[in-house]
């Protein structure tokens, strides 16, 4: 059974802290991706990779950074969590480079508290 | 501007009734996804289109690529359909998402 893993379903941090979201998933995809949903808002794109140690910035990069050594891991990091960072956190994952959308699975989410 | 807008943003039903609802993306895609999340965020993808009409159980999924429109129907909706839909297309490399449908269906 195909899988994409977030570490956690709940998490609560404090102001300042650096949070780290991870994201693996077993199906070789090439492209990860991270959001952020907020109510009235939907899903927005955070950063996403198509390939190891590659990364580019999405919609809403402002406050996080992302790291992917191994293609089946992509984290998400809070360098300094602030609390209009307390969301639910969605990873995806998806076949091909350029062909996004074709096989894409969804982790369970995380949802971040900051307090 | 959002690239994928859903409608109805809410929907009440009572159980067993015919449920439709419409997304209208502006983007060109390689596929269209409609997804189910339940309460507690965890997210399912219900269906994956690049054209025609897929059914699963009680769902069904259309896409009109030269409209660039798609539905997603349930029929015979029960209580436990109850959740946000969200329609979400591939794009240039990436996804687009719409706000979501929240449903709920009473008993």
């Known amino acids: 059974d195909v899988k994409v893993t977030q570490s956690s379903r709940y998490l609560v941090k404090r102001t300042g802290e650096k949070v780290f979201l991870e994201c693996v998933q077993d199906?070789?995809?090439?492209?990860m991706f991270w959001y952020r949903q907020d109510p009235g808002l939907g899903l927005r794109l955070i950063y996403f990779?198509?390939?190891?140690?590659?990364?580019e910035k999405g919609d809403i990069p402002e406050g996080y950074s992302v790291s992917r050594e191994k293609k089946e891991r992509f984290s998400l990091i809070l360098e300094s969590a602030s609390t209009n960072q307390t969301s639910m956190y969605l990873c995806?994952?998806?076949?091909?480079?350029?062909?996004?959308?074709?096989?894409?699975?969804f982790g369970q989410g995380t949802r971040l508290t900051v307090v | 501007k959002n690239e994928v807008e859903q409608s109805p943003q809410n929907l009440t039903a009572q159980e067993g009734e015919f449920i439709t609802i419409n997304c209208s993306y502006s983007?060109?895609?390689?596929?269209l996804h409609w997804l189910q999340q339940h309460p507690g965020g965890g997210i399912v993808s219900l269906f994956m289109?690049?054209?025609g009409k897929k059914k699963h159980g009680r769902l069904i999924a259309t896409i009109n690529i030269q409209e660039k429109h798609s539905s997603l129907h349930i029929t015979a909706s029960h209580p436990r359909d109850s959740a946000v839909y969200i329609c979400?297309?591939?794009?240039?490399?990436?996804?687009?998402f719409g706000t979501g449908t929240s449903l709920t269906v009473i008993p």
């Open positions: 979400a297309v591939g794009a240039r490399n990436q996804f687009y």
């Open positions: 995806a994952s998806s076949l091909l480079s350029g062909v996004t959308g074709l096989g894409a699975f």
């Open positions: 289109l690049s054209s």
């Open positions: 199906m070789d995809h090439e492209n």
């Open positions: 983007v060109g895609i390689s596929a």
């Open positions: 990779s198509y390939d190891v140690k590659m990364k």
